[in-house]
């Protein structure tokens, strides 16, 4: 069974540009989590959903966003970059159940310049 | 909201030792999972181990386990016969076991050295 797909695995932006990041789950999850990871920050939960539909979102500000399709697979965007969007961004999929693991993609490497 | 706190930024461990990475948490939830999961540099994330709250037994998973301690708000993961592989960064991680979606809780980390 194929794993968690992220790409693009690394790019790079410019100040005030926007980008999407797209995430192909495991077959059969219905969930799709969204973590920013930083150093020394760790992973900041930025939202799941499930089923299409956003279940959870963590504190960050409007100008992230993401989406689910029917198959699935999610989007992230980010619009108006700042330098301070420069992170790996994590997506994880899980079955959706309340006992599941989260199954991580290798996630995308953003550089703001 | 929920908290989790590893910490010891870095360990170093000879190989075939062991060592023992701490965290702690703080919810007012009594149902609950706990997981350690570990990152290798410039690869994914995998789950290490799971603990689930109203588990008294700790769990184990080959050279790896848990000491959880409910009351204290503590899990820490042991790691016997230190492997050259077992270097990378781990993540102390939380999550509510109610159905209130997905969300998990991450520390820090700790990166962890293997020194042959």
């Known amino acids: 069974k194929a794993g968690v797909t992220q790409t693009p695995r690394y790019l790079i932006k410019t100040r005030g540009q926007q980008v999407t990041l797209s995430c192909s789950p495991i077959?059969?999850?219905?969930?799709v989590s969204w973590y920013q990871q930083t150093p020394g920050q760790g992973l900041q939960f930025l939202f799941e959903?499930?089923?299409?539909?956003?279940?959870n979102k963590g504190n960050f500000p409007g100008r992230f966003s993401g989406r689910q399709f029917s198959n699935s697979r999610s989007e992230m965007n980010v619009s108006t970059l700042e330098l301070g969007d420069s992170a790996l961004y994590l997506c994880?999929?899980?079955?959706?159940?309340?006992?599941?693991?989260?199954?991580f993609g290798e996630g995308s490497r953003l550089t703001v310049l | 909201a929920q908290t989790v706190t590893q910490s010891q930024p870095e360990m170093s461990v000879q190989e075939a030792e062991t060592v023992t990475l701490s965290c702690t948490y703080d919810?007012?939830?009594?149902?609950?999972?706990l997981f350690w999961y570990k990152q290798p540099p410039s690869r994914q994330m995998i789950l290490v181990i799971r603990?689930?709250?109203?588990?008294?037994q700790n769990a184990t998973e080959n050279r790896f386990s848990v000491n959880f301690q409910k009351a204290a708000k503590s899990f820490s993961l042991k790691i016997s016969d230190s492997q050259l592989g077992d270097a990378a960064m781990y993540f102390c991680?939380?999550?509510?076991?109610?159905?209130?979606?997905?969300?998990?809780?991450f520390g820090t980390g700790t990166s962890l050295t293997v020194i042959p």
């Open positions: 994880a999929s899980s079955l959706g159940t309340n006992t599941g693991e989260l199954f």
């Open positions: 077959s059969g999850h219905r969930s």
């Open positions: 959903y499930f089923s299409e539909t956003q279940r």
């Open positions: 919810t007012s939830e009594s149902d609950y999972y």
């Open positions: 603990q689930e709250a109203y588990k008294q």
């Open positions: 991680a939380y999550r509510s076991g109610g159905n209130t979606g997905n969300q998990f809780y």
